[in-house]
């Protein structure tokens, strides 16, 4: 069964340091990989995407994440973070035949920015 | 173009109760899936409908169910409340149900079972 993991729960960064999340995945294959953002209270945000091609994706909001097929990694990046940034961000990956939209999501990782 | 709209944000219920909750997609979205989020569990997949069929179901039991309309609203339910359905329940829509295709949240239904 397709699992992922995100081994930080929480993370606290100082505004204007760099930012890496990490996120690992269990799969058969090479799955889809995405990043979502979700702010206290509101629902769940893309911030990128892979399916294929350049490891290296660029997302929304100066955020990028690279795909590791060796390491099985998909980690976030980002090198200002700004104090809005501050939310729970989730690693998730799809299945990759396409077979539907159901995606299985990592526990999540608090980021925290301090002033 | 508006987003994802679920109906109630918040809904309390006691054990034994059952409940409903809506989902209205984006405007042309056929696709709409459930989630269920929990602090113990984090996000877990409930069920994707496409054009009123169900495509794909979670690792859920039978009291939790969804039905979708001709226009594409979604609505779950969940018979025999238990306190551990306490949870954020969030819809998400898109337009062709593909995982290539973005799919939109919405705010979320926050169920309390007391």
């Known amino acids: 069964a397709q699992s992922v993991t995100q081994p930080d729960i929480h993370i606290t960064v100082s505004e204007g340091a760099s930012l890496e999340l990490r996120c690992n995945y269990s799969?058969?294959?090479?799955?889809?990989l995405f990043w979502y953002v979700q702010s206290p209270g509101q629902g769940l945000q893309l911030l990128l995407k892979?399916?294929?091609?350049?490891?290296l994706v660029q997302g929304i909001k100066g955020f990028e994440a690279e795909f590791k097929r060796s390491q099985s990694s998909f980690n976030l990046r980002k090198p200002s973070v700004h104090w809005s940034d501050a939310a729970e961000y989730f690693c998730a990956v799809g299945p990759p035949n396409n077979a539907g939209n159901m995606l299985t999501f990592g526990g999540g990782t608090r980021l925290m920015v301090k002033p | 173009k508006a987003g994802v709209t679920q109906t109630p944000r918040y809904l309390i219920k006691t054990r034994g109760q059952q409940v409903t909750l809506s989902c209205s997609p984006i405007s042309g979205h056929r696709s709409v899936s459930w989630y269920q989020q929990t602090p113990g569990q984090g996000l877990q997949f409930l069920f994707e409908?496409?054009?009123?069929?169900?495509?794909n179901k979670g690792n859920f039991p039978g009291r939790f169910s969804g039905r979708q309309f001709s226009n594409s609203r979604s609505e779950m339910n969940v018979s025999t409340l238990e306190l551990g359905d306490s949870a954020l329940y969030l819809c998400?829509?898109?337009?062709?149900?593909?995982?290539?295709?973005?799919?939109?949240f919405g705010p979320g239904t926050r169920l309390t079972v007391l």
């Open positions: 409908y496409f054009s009123e069929t169900q495509r």
């Open positions: 998400a829509s898109s337009r062709t149900g593909g995982v290539a295709d973005t799919q939109y």
């Open positions: 799969y058969g294959a090479t799955p889809y």
């Open positions: 892979y399916f294929s091609g350049d490891t």
